[in-house]
């Protein structure tokens, strides 16, 4: 037994050496061209190195990569992977137009929905700036760095914060969640100054998955508060006023509130497209949600319902929701009223209606019959929107 086995041991190597030996010959003989074939046919070391080769060249020969509709050179100054690091599909990216100054206004968001309650309910949230202007007193570029290594929810461009440059920013938040979140199903663009009850519209879009599975794959969604046939400001003297050679119409098409809208990646892919091939306009919602999207003839949805033009309305929903009865608030999308806490207090009040902790507002209780508005009625229009981020230059 033990001889025969030491007999198969030794045969065993003599094989090896002899086979080692053939594939040396076989190697020397073999002309160049085949030796390469042999080793292309190898797997390669690294499986991800000829994907990234493939596309950063795609990348490189992309000329729009640089170019956000007219600005040639353009880039991040502060670039975000928030949804590269989510690991799951999100339901939602929240995109939230912000002046580069208003840092109190981003703390209270955060305060009211942090970034991991967010990502519990499937959501993350971004807020989107430009470049600080040299007028800017308050806020340093360094300290934008600094809140974006602390909560690395920044996004900003490299053009110059003003109000005639919201639709580069408006477009750059569009761009950014179509291809560097496109796993998201929507896109929810808010601006900062905005209350929205975010576990409304969780519930709102998980139900429409599943009752409108059509529209959510749709390359065609946009939802929000629909103004319709408003004529441009013709006076010269007020800040918003358009002149006939930037729009000579006398309506805008329909368009969306830039207060708060929803869409999804494959409609801001189409918008933004459409964006490099139309000639700017500065007032971003109208461009955005009304020029360009009546040119891809896609349909505007109507919550308007949902939107107050009040800030007291939202104050007293508060008011209510702290009472025993907690009623329910009839809205849920509305302006700040210039107080920035009143974001948290709606939020941390208003998440129990979600637990069934809530009752339904009966019909003499309503706000418009409990809650004296005192402020002017505003619709959700441009004009009453950006004032605030103007009077900060
Ligand atoms: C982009 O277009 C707008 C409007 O036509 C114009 O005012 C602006 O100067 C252009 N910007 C560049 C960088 O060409
Ligand atoms: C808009 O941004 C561009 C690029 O940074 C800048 O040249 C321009 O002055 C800005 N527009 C205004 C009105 O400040």
């Given amino acids: 037994m033990r001889l025969r086995g030491r007999i198969a041991y030794k045969c065993l190597i003599l094989t090896f050496f002899v086979l080692v030996f053939l594939l040396i010959c076989l190697d020397y003989f ?9 080793l292309t046919q190898l797997p390669p070391l690294e499986k991800d190195v000829s994907k990234e080769e493939t596309t950063s060249k795609h990348i490189e020969s992309d000329p729009s990569a640089s170019r956000l509709v007219n600005l040639t050179n353009f880039k991040y100054e ?5 949804c590269r690091k989510y690991d799951k599909d999100l339901l939602a990216i929240i995109i939230v137009t912000s002046y580069a100054g208003h840092d109190e206004l981003r703390a209270a968001h955060r305060l009211a929905v942090p970034q991991a309650k967010l990502a519990e309910m499937g959501m993350q949230r971004i807020f989107l700036l430009a470049q600080l202007p040299p007028t800017e007193k308050f806020i340093t570029q360094k300290q934008l760095l600094d809140e974006h290594q602390r909560f690395g929810d920044l996004l900003q461009g490299n053009f ?4 005639r440059n919201l639709s580069y920013k408006h477009v750059m938040g569009l761009r950014w969640a179509a291809t560097d979140c496109s796993s998201a199903k ?8 905005i209350i929205y009850d975010v576990f409304h519209f969780r519930r709102y879009l998980e139900s429409l998955e599943v009752q409108r599975a059509d529209l959510v794959a749709s390359r065609a969604y946009l939802a929000g508060y629909v103004l319709d046939a408003r004529p441009p400001v013709r006076n010269n003297a007020n800040k918003w006023y358009v002149s006939e050679q930037e729009w000579s119409r006398s309506t805008y ?10 869409t999804n990646p494959k409609t801001a892919t189409r918008l933004v497209q459409e964006a490099q091939q139309t000639p700017f306009f500065w007032i971003d919602d109208t461009w955005v949600t009304g020029i360009l999207r009546e040119k891809l003839k896609i349909n505007v ?17 508060v008011r209510d929701l702290k009472q025993p009865s907690s009623y329910e ?26 637990f069934d902790e809530c009752t339904k507002r009966p019909p003499e209780k309503s706000l418009k019959k409990t ?3 005192s402020a002017k009625h505003l619709l959700p229009d441009h004009g009453s929107v950006h004032v605030k981020q103007v009077t900060l230059r």
């Fill in 30 to 38: 073999m002309p160049t061209g085949k030796r390469d074939q042999f």
């Fill in 78 to 82: 502060i670039p975000n992977d928030v």
């Fill in 160 to 163: 110059q914060e003003a109000y």
């Fill in 186 to 193: 929507f896109i929810i663009k808010v601006d900062d100054d």
């Fill in 253 to 262: 098409p329909a368009y969306l509130s830039g207060w708060l809208y929803i």
């Fill in 301 to 317: 949805q109507h919550l308007n319902a949902w939107y107050s033009a009040n800030a007291e309305f939202i104050d007293c929903c």
């Fill in 329 to 354: 608030c009839e809205y849920f999308v509305g302006p700040n009223g210039g107080d920035n806490k009143l974001l948290v207090e709606f939020l941390h009040n208003v998440e129990k209606c979600y």
């Fill in 371 to 373: 809650c004296v508005a």
